[in-house]
């Protein structure tokens, strides 16, 4: 994992010490019963919450840990013990040999990805037969884009494709924001998982083993990764899944398609214009723009550098003090950078808030509930992802962390 990741892990524990010593971290009065039902934390104090999260924390030891997405909220991510994008979490997850609980704040994907990483069964036989419960600590922390993308759906896109050209000669391709039953699929057709860090090395991989690629859910990532590897926009196809007559496609758009993109989206990227860029450019002279790869193709054409949540954090981290930034990506992660770089000047690139509703769906509250319960040994919203399709997603995905 790169160092940067890292040091936000670090800073997540100093803050902890800094609460610590000035004093908050000595606030008790526990007027919540342990594991009561959610209810009974919602109207409690967030240095209440904080201070029982941390003592949580102090008697699980390495017991458990906290993964924390760059998009959480601050006072969430002052506790997480490892914060990265979901390349860095899932391999995190998939790294740690000595914990019993992962409790992660981000969304219901990422859970599932910890929860298939961490219980390999491989891994599981090395700890005696033990499982890693992993929690979400916030079941309603979903993902707009990933459910653009039904299993359903993609089985009925791959069995209409096999009808007018060799599935032998596609890899699917998900993105990890997407359902295990996605990536089981992958899993069990030859394909693989990506993230924003690695998209490229992937689809390389994929062009490597066949001619076309199938990538879903987020038709921005996979038809900006494939035009900066050259691949002209008439050798790709848009499939929309509630089109039953080939996705939408003539049959010589898909003959000559190199890479099929399924018509989903991020809602939050969505929300970030070309003329967004423009404003920008227009009053902030010197300005350097810098967006997630989920953003349209006519954003990141306008952008000078484009990349994951780590690659924004490394980009701003590494400029000059005087650097002046216009980010497009979630709301949070920019704010945080705001704060953190005074001595660089950063706006958010777009004039509307650009916010992701599930993630903020993890606050104290919920947190401070679920790792409550877990202590106890009555886990509240346990992501379990059944065995058959773990054993194919850990396929898809192990071909991932394995890709340079
Ligand atoms: P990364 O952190 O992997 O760049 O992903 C962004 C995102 O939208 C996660 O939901
Ligand atoms: Fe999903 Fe977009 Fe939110 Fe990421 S930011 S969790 S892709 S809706």
């Known amino acids: 994992m790169p160092a940067r990741g890292w040091q936000y892990t670090v800073s997540g524990r100093l803050c902890r010490t800094y609460l610590y010593f000035a004093g908050i971290m000595s606030i008790v009065a526990p007027d919540v019963p342990l594991a009561s039902p959610f209810a009974a934390y919602r109207g409690l104090d967030d240095a209440l919450l904080a201070e029982r999260i941390e003592a949580v924390r102090r008697r699980m030891g390495s017991r458990l840990v906290i993964l924390g997405h760059h998009y959480q909220q601050d006072g969430v991510i002052a506790h997480a013990d490892y914060q990265g994008d979901s390349y860095q979490l899932s391999k995190s997850a998939a790294d740690r040999a000595d914990c019993e609980a992962i409790a992660f704040c981000g969304v219901h994907f990422m859970a599932e990805t910890a929860d298939i990483l961490a219980n390999r069964p491989e891994k599981v036989a090395a700890r005696g037969g033990r499982r890693v419960t992993v929690v979400l600590p916030d079941m309603a922390a979903g993902c707009s884009m990933a459910d653009m993308a039904a299993i359903e759906q993609v089985e009925d896109a791959w069995a209409d494709l096999g009808r007018v050209i060799d599935t032998a000669d596609i890899t699917p391709v998900t ?35 066949t001619k076309r690629v199938l990538f879903f859910p987020d038709q921005h ?23 039953s007559a080939l996705g939408g496609n003539p049959r010589e758009q898909i003959e000559k398609s190199r890479v099929i993109l399924w018509q989903g989206h991020c809602s939050v990227h969505a929300m970030f214009k070309p003329e967004h860029v423009d404003a920008m450019r227009a009053n902030l002279p010197g300005v350097k723009i810098l967006v997630h790869p989920e953003c349209s193709m006519e954003v990141v054409d306008k952008a000078d550098l484009t990349g994951s949540t780590s690659y924004i954090l490394g980009q701003v981290e590494k400029a000059p003090p005087g650097t ?81």
């Open 324 to 404: 002046i930034w216009a980010i497009g990506t979630e709301l949070h992660l920019v704010k945080r950078l705001e704060q953190n770089h005074p001595e660089q000047t950063i706006r958010f690139l777009s004039p509307v808030v650009c916010m992701c509703a599930t993630m903020y769906r993890i606050d104290l509250a919920h947190l401070c509930w679920s790792l409550e319960h877990l202590e106890r040994g009555k886990p509240v919203n346990v992501i379990r992802v059944d065995d058959e399709t773990a054993k194919w997603a850990v396929t898809a995905l192990e071909r991932m962390l394995a890709v340079k």
């Open 175 to 209: 993105y990890i924001n997407s359902a295990a039953s996605l990536k089981a699929f992958c899993g069990r057709h030859g394909g693989i998982v990506c993230t924003s860090s690695n998209a490229r090395a992937v689809l390389d991989w994929a062009f490597a083993r």
């Open 221 to 243: 990532l996979g038809r900006n990764t494939a035009r900066a590897m050259g691949i002209p926009l008439d050798e790709m196809a848009l499939w929309n899944p509630h089109d």
